[in-house]
């Protein structure tokens, strides 16, 4: 037994058994089941996974501050070390792991596992807790019977989804909070290099297991060493404070490139204003649609219809074009020339220019496309077999080249592996007409969610034979190269950038509104980066809400209070469409209430808000007293605040509470004891000692 005692939580460490047998918080005992302290997936050169656990470890050797697990069956070079240490009334893990031959490599340790209550929406008497989950820019979830119905636990594998539980793709951050009423406990990879790691959590015995992932990027043979620590700290009952303490690291740590967006001199003018984002597309009306030209096609078509909407709200935009690319829509990676006119497209981004606006366009980041599902004379299966593009394709263990299952509907194709010098190559030549083209924005990374690569077991490319730190730093280097070669264009993704990349993609596709899905949505997000880049509203595709609701004003009112651009979704004809992909026009947003809204709420942002929302830190905000209205979302009914509330410190040490009422009346609420009114789709400003 060895016990690690701190001044608010004791560690207690069954050595000789491979699990933590006692987790104490305020003398309260948090552990719910004993789970192996470690789990670990070992593969073999024809591509096999074997599993094992603490459990199966049939000798242990006790150190000083740990154990030494060996005698695996079939396995008896194996070894793993387990260490856990005091640090500044923290603890801190690290884990040593040697296959013990040449064999083998250690592709993945789960470390360290530790089962912690049932939630308590699933707890018959109320007794557990929530989890802060730092998926999809922030979720709360209470219940995991909430979130399996929808967004269950699934282990990574390939072909790669964009909706697995990695970091850095929709996991943004290296952190988990098990929050109990009175405490939380904090759980987070410190790790400056940002390698790749699976983070969740699922349920297991009788509660819910905690699951950091960490992909080791070792060779056959090689050592893995975590060469940081997975810390454990105690900190107050609320998500704010999880966050408070992982940004305490980052900000002493951050990746590459990042730096605060009021140092960035390589930002645009444009960056800081604000501008409403309006997406549409330029063929079809959605994404599975026959690919005709619309009415917004030629692209000069849309100037009347978007000088419209830049007079009733009284400020700049950036058009964000959808199925604009000259192949056929999201067929990645190919792109350019524009479709069907690339004088009149020029035509038109001089022209937004001229009046003061700025245009973007979606890519579809790293699939290779060798068909379209929506044109059928896109077909590079020819070119694929002569140039021998396999090699630049991700591989599976084995080795084998997988269908990818990205946006199947649309095409069919593989992912490319970036870290492959013809992959790179590929995606150079793809990428960089546009990257060149004078275009102000490009979600480059559209589909490759956080912008991290999909994982790849080649032992061809130049890497290590699976996944790991290497797929990081290849990203890492990759971007700054497109970022110089783009100059003032700035790169996006779908959802927001993995921290690791929040240095190279500035602008990307947020959809908050996803979360109600797990649970609910808090801005984590925005509460760790804000000062160092913001994104917008996002299309808003796969929208949660029920789409006979008018949720628009709400989505827009949640955006723009946590600092994002908001964003609205034209059809052909210039209605609202109340999310991308929406097939039901039946139901549209108001559009004038919605143009009204925005145009109170940009006013807002440059006379008052700016100092704070536009590069401000976020803080936890006031409790606010107000009314709830009630949506359908995830299929379950929600009672929401009719007032959205956020927090925020300016560069210049002032703080203020933001509130916004996105309802069609004034509405009456309460912050610290004060009384306020806030009129019908706008904002105000609550000055904060």
Not at 445 to 461: A, E, K
């Amino acid at each position: 037994m060895y016990q690690l005692s701190l001044s608010n939580m004791t560690i207690a460490l069954e050595v000789s058994k491979g699990t933590i047998s006692s987790l104490t918080i305020h003398g309260k005992e948090c552990l719910a089941s004993p789970t192996p302290l470690f789990r670990l997936g070992l593969r073999d050169k024809v591509g096999n996974l074997t599993r094992l656990s603490a459990f199966d470890a049939k000798h242990v050797t006790e150190t000083c501050q740990g154990g030494i697990y060996t005698d695996f069956t079939g396995f008896p070079g194996l070894s793993l070390e387990v260490t856990l240490k005091g640090n500044m009334d923290e603890a801190e893990w690290y884990v040593t792991a040697d296959p013990g031959c040449n064999e083998h490599l250690v592709e993945w340790v789960d470390f360290p596992l530790v089962n912690l209550p049932k939630l308590h929406m699933d707890d018959p008497a109320g007794c557990g807790g929530k989890i802060l989950y730092p998926y999809n820019e922030g979720a709360m979830v209470e219940s995991m019977a909430v979130r399996n119905k929808h967004f269950p636990h699934r282990e990574p594998e390939y072909p790669s989804l964009g909706a697995y539980s990695v970091f850095p793709n929709m996991i943004c951050s290296q952190l988990l909070a098990y929050i109990f009423p009175d405490a939380s406990l904090y759980l987070g990879a410190h790790d400056p290099a940002r390698g790749v790691k699976g983070i969740d959590f699922y349920e297991e015995s009788d509660g819910i297991t905690m699951e950091f992932r960490l992909y080791c990027g070792a060779d056959y043979g090689e050592v893995y060493r975590s060469d940081f620590p997975m810390v454990w700290s105690v900190v107050d009952g609320c998500w704010e404070a999880a966050a408070e303490r992982y940004r305490a690291w980052n900000d002493r740590n951050l990746p590459p490139r990042a730096k605060k967006i009021t140092e960035n001199d390589t930002l645009p003018a444009w960056y800081a204003e604000s501008p409403l984002v309006v997406s549409y597309p330029v063929r079809g009306i959605h994404d599975t649609d026959i690919m005709n030209p619309n009415r917004l096609f030629p692209y000069t078509n849309a100037l009347p219809l978007l000088r419209d909407i830049r007079g009733k709200i009284d400020h700049w935009l950036m058009v964000l074009l959808m199925h604009w690319e000259g192949t056929a829509p999201w067929a990645p990676p190919y792109v350019w020339p524009p479709y069907g006119d690339p004088d009149n497209f020029m035509e038109f981004l001089r022209t937004l220019h001229d009046e003061g606006d700025v245009l973007g366009v979606y890519c579809s980041g790293f699939g290779y496309s060798m068909k379209s599902n929506l044109v059928d004379d896109y077909d590079r299966s020819a070119d694929y077999t002569a140039r021998g593009l396999q090699d630049a394709m991700c591989a599976a263990p084995d080795e084998s080249i997988g269908i990818s299952r990205i946006c199947t509907a649309q095409r069919v194709g593989y992912d490319i592996c970036p870290a492959s010098q013809m992959g790179r190559e590929l995606l150079r030549e793809a990428y960089y007409p546009l990257l060149q083209s004078g275009v102000d924005y490009a979600q480059i990374l559209d589909q490759n969610h956080g912008g991290g690569q999909y994982f790849c077991y080649s032992r061809n490319h130049g890497h290590t034979p699976a996944p790991g730190k290497w797929m990081t730093e290849n990203m890492q280097n990759m971007l700054t190269e497109w970022n110089q070669v783009a100059g003032k264009t700035l790169l996006g993704c779908e959802s927001a950038a993995g921290e690791a990349f929040m240095g190279n993609l500035l602008f990307s596709d947020n959809r908050y509104e996803l979360n109600y899905a797990l649970g609910y949505p808090v801005p984590l997000y925005a509460y760790l980066y804000h000062e160092y880049l913001r994104n917008f509203m996002g299309n808003q595709v796969a929208c949660s809400f029920d789409s006979t609701q008018d949720t628009l004003r709400y989505r827009l009112a949640y955006s723009f209070a946590i600092g994002d651009a908001m964003t609205l979704v034209l059809t052909p004809d210039g209605n609202l469409m109340s999310s991308w992909g929406t097939r039901d026009f039946d139901h549209a947003p108001n559009k004038e209430k919605a143009l009204g809204m925005i145009s109170n709420l940009t006013r807002f942002y440059r006379e008052e808000a700016k100092p704070y929302l536009y590069a401000g830190r976020m803080m936890k905000a006031l409790p606010v007293e107000c009314g709830k209205v009630t949506y359908t979302a995830a299929g379950r009914p929600l009672p929401l605040p009719e007032v959205i509330a956020t927090a925020w410190q300016a560069e210049d040490g002032s703080r203020a509470q933001i509130l916004v009422n996105p309802g069609d009346n004034a509405v009456t609420c309460r912050v610290a004891e004060k009384t306020y009114t806030i009129p019908a789709g706008d904002a105000i400003l609550v000055p904060l000692v």
